[in-house]
C-alpha cells in the first residue's frame, strides 16, 4: 500500500502522532495558533529548537536604572516633588521672573504691615518685601543645599568605596574616623566651628556641611562596594585580569552607586534646614545676606503683631525640604528591589 502523506505545514512535515487523523490534525492547529499575532510568537524566531521554530522574540531585559526611571514616572509622589523642586531651582536661577522687587529695598513707613497691592505677603520688621525675600531666600538655601550634597556625596563616595574595596588597615582607619565625626553633635559643631569664621559667605556654611556630612555617605558606599566587590561578574573580572581602576569603575561603581543616591537626595533637604537653623542661631549666613534663616530669626521677636512675617519664610523652608525628602523616599522605592 502507498504510504499516508504526511501532513505539512509551510513546507515543514508534522510528525505523526499514531493516535489518529484528528490528533495531528489539532497539532498543526495548535503550531498554526503560535504564530498567530498578538501570541508573542513571531514567524521566523529563533528559538530551542533552531531558526523557523516559534519561540517568541525575547524583549532586551531594562537595565536597573531604565527600569527605576519606569517607575518614577509612574508615581504620583515622585511627580509632585519633582515639579516643586524645578520650580525652586528655576526660581533660585532667575528669581526677578515672579519678583520685580529689590529684596534689600526697605522702607520703614511700613514695617510689619501686612498684605497691600504689589505686595502679597506683607512687610517686616525693617520695612522689606516679604514676598520678595522669600523668593529671593531660596536662592541661598537651593545654594548650599546642592552645594553642600555635592561635596557629601563625592567626598564621601569616593573615602567609603576606596575602604570598602581595599579593606584591611585603610578601612580600620577610616571606620575609626568616621566614629569620631559621628561623635560630634552638628548644630554644636556649627556654633562652635562657624563661630569664629569672619567670611560672610556661603563656603564657610557649605565647607561645615561637608566637614561633618562625609561620614554618613562613606559609610553607605563602604557597604555597598563590599557587596558588589563579592558578585561573580567582579570576581571573573579579576580573574581576566583586570585591573582595580577597571573594576571599580566599570564593574563596582555602577552597581554601588544607587544607596548612594538615594541617601545623598534626602540629605540635601536635611542640609537646607540645617543652613537655615544655623542662620537663626547667627552663625550661620548673617545680612545682608538673604535667607529664610535670617528672616525666621529676625521675624520670631514679632510673631504676635506680624505673624505674616515668620508663616511665608517658615512655610517655603518646610515645602522646600518636605520635596526633597519626598523626592529621595520615592527614588529610594524605584532603586531598591526589596521594596517592588
Not at 521566523?44 to 531594562?62: A, E, L, M
Not at 565647607?207 to 562596594?225: C, D, E, K, N, T
Not at 525666621?296 to 517658615?314: D, F, G, K, Q
Request: aromatic share 8%; hydrophobic share 45%; with cysteine.
Amino acid at each position: 500500500m502507498p504510504e499516508p502523506s504526511e501532513p505539512y505545514e509551510q513546507g515543514r512535515a508534522i510528525a505523526p502522532t499514531g493516535a489518529g487523523g484528528a490528533a495531528d490534525l489539532a497539532m498543526a492547529e495548535a503550531r498554526t495558533l503560535e504564530r498567530t499575532p498578538g501570541s508573542g510568537l513571531e514567524e521566523g524566531s529563533t528559538g530551542p529548537g533552531g531558526p523557523g521554530v516559534g519561540t517568541g522574540r525575547v524583549k532586551k531585559p531594562r537595565s536597573l536604572w531604565s527600569d527605576a526611571w519606569h517607575d518614577l514616572i509612574r508615581n504620583p509622589v515622585f511627580l509632585v516633588s519633582a515639579l516643586v523642586i524645578v520650580f525652586l531651582v528655576v526660581i533660585s536661577l532667575w528669581p526677578s521672573l515672579i519678583a520685580s522687587g529689590d529684596p534689600l529695598s526697605c522702607d520703614l513707613a511700613k514695617a510689619q504691615e501686612g498684605s497691600q497691592p504689589g505686595h502679597p505677603f506683607g512687610f517686616d520688621g525693617q520695612g522689606c518685601d516679604v514676598y520678595t525675600r522669600t523668593v529671593y531666600g531660596a536662592r541661598t538655601s537651593v545654594t548650599v543645599g546642592v552645594l553642600s550634597t555635592l561635596g557629601v556625596a563625592l567626598l564621601g563616595s569616593v573615602l567609603g568605596g576606596l575602604a570598602g574595596f581595599f579593606g584591611g588597615t585603610w578601612d580600620g582607619l577610616l571606620s575609626r574616623i568616621t566614629d569620631v565625626f559621628f561623635a560630634i553633635p552638628v548644630v554644636l559643631g556649627g556654633l562652635v566651628l562657624l563661630s569664629v569664621v569672619t567670611s560672610n559667605t556661603v563656603w564657610p556654611v557649605i565647607g561645615f556641611m561637608v566637614l561633618l556630612g562625609w561620614p554618613q555617605i562613606s559609610r553607605i558606599a563602604r557597604g555597598a562596594v563590599i557587596t558588589a566587590k563579592q558578585n561573580d561578574y567582579v570576581q571573573a573580572a579579576r580573574a581576566l585580569g583586570a585591573s582595580n581602576s577597571r573594576m571599580m569603575l566599570r564593574h563596582i561603581t555602577p552597581n554601588a552607586i544607587a544607596p548612594v543616591i538615594v541617601v545623598a537626595t534626602i540629605a540635601l533637604g536635611t542640609y537646607i534646614a540645617l543652613e537655615a537653623t544655623l542662620s537663626y542661631l547667627g552663625v550661620g549666613l548673617k545680612p545682608p545676606n538673604v535667607s529664610w534663616g535670617i528672616d525666621i530669626s529676625s521675624a520670631s521677636a514679632y510673631i504676635r503683631n506680624a505673624p505674616h512675617m515668620l508663616l511665608w519664610p517658615a512655610g517655603a523652608l518646610a515645602v522646600t525640604v518636605l520635596a526633597f525628602i519626598m523626592l529621595g523616599d520615592a527614588v529610594r522605592d524605584a532603586l531598591d528591589p526589596k521594596l517592588r
